[in-house]
């Protein structure tokens, strides 16, 4: 079951879904067959997060409910915090409810802290960030990318350091204060170029060519996009 899961976990992280999910499934009917309570909510919050990957939210949600009423039965903190935060992710991503996202999330965010798992906190803080931006509610938003920022410096994660300092660009820029946002974003790209994250120094880019464009400077601006 271990090897099946391992490989779906393979093909998950090449994109290649359809068959992630083939032998994810075959890991959860020998987890099943075999009475591995502990195997069986790992599967299904993989299976869960295959099924987020491709657009089929009731399936994932189905996956994820059934990995938590496992994982809170076995008292396995870890993996139950895990399910909190993609079935907040599901709610904002899929539906749009707000609401039930926040719910979720603080259920996560509360049992990693308690439990210690440093980067699974910085992970929640930035999704919480994510909620409450859509939300409109920058400060809020701001609040929690700036606790995650701290937590991803604390732990040397330059990847996630790179991702934070993005997002609170682009909060600074939603509340047109775009001298903090360039300084935000430069120093996202500086951190994207180091580790060679193309897509998120692309996306650095593209952020500059935007806070030109509204501090008037095309020149500067056209030189970004490009």
Known sequence: ARAYENLGTVFESLAEYDTAKEYIEKALAITIKIGDRQGEADAYEKLGTVFLHLAKYDKAKECYEKALAITIEIGDRKTESDTYKWLGDL?????????????????????????????????????????????????KAKEYCKKALKIAIEVDDK??????????GSLSSCRCKYTEANQ??????????????????AFCYYQLGLIFVHLGDFVKAKQHFE
């Open 184 to 201: 935000n974003v430069r120093k996202a790209l500086e951190l994207a170029s180091n580790i060679g994250n193309r897509e998120l120094e």
């Open 159 to 168: 990847g996630s350091e790179a991702t934070y300092y993005g997002m609170l």
């Open 91 to 139: 709610s904002f991503l899929s539906l749009a409810d707000y609401n039930k996202a926040t719910e979720y999330l603080e259920k996560a965010l509360a049992i990693k802290t308690e439990i210690g798992d440093k980067q699974g906190e910085a992970t929640v803080h930035g999704s919480l960030g994510k909620v409450f931006r859509n939300l409109g509610e920058y400060d």
